[in-house]
């Protein structure tokens, strides 16, 4: 095998695969990616057999070859040298020589014979969706997944088609995260991409997901089947092994009533979080909501450091109320909901969920359970 290619395409497959690869695993091949140079292009791969990629790009190869290498022992070393053309030659004994400016590395590698056959990776009949689209949906779900493996049915996104939100006979396609104290969800258009059964996509192969689409101001390809998600973004293809599992049933916590509700400049709620957590000490940060007279007073104590409180003006709707919410999840929703200027907070009393809708996406709902305080 003997190849050349440019550091800035070899560095981005090799970013892509970097966290898919697992160190600790009983099979240790799948610490390495497989390197296959043929025909014009080099196409890198990696799995951990449940999160799989193969990518490719152009390349100018004189001889061509397959081989495994570590992936973090060659990402390191692509990321590192020059922004010049960097060759790459297998050597005897399955070394692979690596040559870029005044740079010579000489690198152990297997045979590619070794590497497991990588599953996931064929689209059967897929659709084309707005990649920028497809990542804004995950990247503003994702934050809610629950990180308890023991409860692997919700360590997750799920996805499905549905009808309502946009109103009668049109359909949407509808992503849903919860952790058990938080939900995110998310309409969309379905625009032809359609699910037959709801699926749950793994926390894992989200931020994969997330990391193929993230630059595609273009379309990419969806298909769903046989277990696995597989999306195309370019030259990339990402297949991910779906969770099998129930989720559980999201509509029953979404309030349909509400007796409180306000609305809040995102950035002036969001600003007044983060200063009043500076002095909570617990894991939660809880914080204290009061609404009052068209004011919303966000505070927070601890017998450490003592206690803080800042007021904001509010356009308030029903009764005054006062209720707790984790700092850390306010943060993380309104961080999500980025794109919109106001926020509308809507309360059921002390002991009912939150539900923060953002002016800028009224098809995105956050909702939070919220706190007792002694």
């Known amino acids: 095998m003997h190849f050349s290619i440019s550091k800035e395409n070899f560095a981005q497959l090799l970013y892509l695969t970097n966290t898919i690869v697992e160190r600790k695993n009983t099979m ?5 990616v497989k390197l296959t140079a043929e025909a014009g292009k080099l196409t890198v791969a990696a ?3 449940e999160v799989s990629l193969v990518g490719e790009a152009e390349a100018t190869v004189k001889t061509p070859g397959s081989i495994t290498v570590d992936a973090k022992v060659l990402y390191d070393i692509i990321r590192e040298l020059p922004s010049q053309a960097i060759t790459v030659t297998e050597s005897k004994r399955q070394r692979l020589d690596i040559e870029c400016g005044q740079s010579r590395f000489k690198i152990n590698g297997t045979s590619a014979d070794e590497f497991p056959n990588i599953a996931g990776v064929e689209l059967r009949n897929p659709v084309s969706v707005d990649a920028s689209k497809f990542y804004q949906m995950f990247d503003k779900t994702a ?11 919700i360590n997750g996104v799920f996805a499905e088609t549905t009808e309502g939100s946009l109103g009668p006979g049109k359909k949407c396609l509808r992503l849903v995260a919860t952790d058990g104290h938080r939900l995110a ?3 969309r258009p379905a625009e032809g991409f359609s699910i037959e059964q709801s699926v749950i996509v793994p926390r894992k192969g989200i931020q ?13 390809k969806v298909s769903v089947s046989d277990g696995f998600f597989t999306v195309q973004s370019g030259l990339v293809t990402l297949g991910v092994r779906l969770v099998d599992g129930q989720f559980p049933d999201y509509k029953q916590v979404i309030p349909l009533e509400s007796t409180t509700t306000i609305q809040v400049p995102r950035t002036d709620f969001l600003s007044a979080v983060k200063r009043v957590s500076l002095v909570t000490t617990d894991k939660t940060k809880a914080v204290k909501c009061k609404v009052m007279e068209g004011s919303l007073v966000v505070s927070s104590q601890s017998p450490e450091y003592g206690e803080a409180t800042e007021t904001i003006s509010v ?8 209720i707790g919410f984790s700092a850390k999840y306010l943060l993380d929703l309104l961080g999500a909901m980025s794109g919109s200027e106001m926020i509308t907070l809507k309360l059921k009393g002390e002991l009912g969920p939150g539900v923060f809708i953002g002016s800028g996406d009224e098809l995105y709902t956050c909702i939070v359970m919220p706190m007792r305080f002694e």
């Open 185 to 187: 969800m998310i309409d």
């Open 47 to 49: 799995t951990d057999l």
């Open 28 to 32: 240790p091949i799948l610490a390495n």
């Open 315 to 322: 356009e308030q709707t029903g009764e005054d109320l006062t």
């Open 208 to 220: 994969e997901l997330k990391k193929v689409l993230e630059d595609n101001e273009g379309s990419a």
């Open 143 to 153: 934050f809610a997944v629950s990180t308890d493996e023991t409860r692997y049915n």
